[in-house]
């Protein structure tokens, strides 16, 4: 895969592979030229694929001319990425510790930071800043903010490297299937 999908598209195609019909839905925030941009770079990612619309079918695009309404519905290349975004925020939210604070959102960057810091060795600041597209500080207080959340952040030091790595600790009872 030659291209970068945004958090925005990774989500859409997430709830669209959940749906029975497989078409995408487009975020209330979108409208306009953002919405003809995130369709069109699925399309030619070759990861949805414009169909006319029917009833109960989320529309995309309505051609003005013919009085036709098209949704977006993902391909099998889509439908796999989709699946596997959400099997990816379900095993992150498994991780969370004993809290009386909510859990992140679905699909929320949280969530995301989450996942990392869950694998078996963790991630270092800079391969969740590189990840997230945040500097250094954000990603430190993002940290600090699931620690208050409850959630128990440990350091590890990962041999033969410089700096350190964090995980989260799983409570008793919790997967750390990710």
């Known amino acids: 895969m030659n ?20 078409c995408i839905e487009s975020s209330p925030d979108l409208r306009g030229s953002a919405a003809r941009a995130i369709a069109t770079k699925l399309i030619e990612a070759g990861l949805a694929r414009e169909i006319r ?17 098209y949704s977006l519905k993902l391909t099998a290349s ?38 990392m810091l869950s694998q078996e060795g963790g991630s270092t600041i800079k391969e969740v800043s590189k990840a997230m597209g945040w500097l250094p500080h954000t990603t430190r207080a993002t940290l600090t903010g699931l620690r208050k959340r409850g959630i128990r952040i440990i350091r590890l030091t990962r041999e033969g490297e410089r700096g350190s790595s964090y995980r989260i600790e799983p409570s008793p009872g919790t997967s750390m299937a990710a």
């Open 3 to 22: 291209f970068k999908l945004t958090t925005t598209q990774r989500n859409m195609l997430c709830v669209a592979a959940q749906r029975e019909d497989r």
């Open 53 to 69: 619309a029917k009833d109960g079918m989320p529309v995309w695009r309505h051609d003005k001319d013919g009085d036709r309404n």
């Open 78 to 115: 889509g439908i796999k990425i989709g699946l596997s975004k959400a099997d990816v925020i379900q095993s992150s939210t498994n991780v969370r510790a004993n809290s009386t604070s909510t859990p992140p959102r679905e699909f929320s960057k949280l969530s995301q930071v989450m996942l």
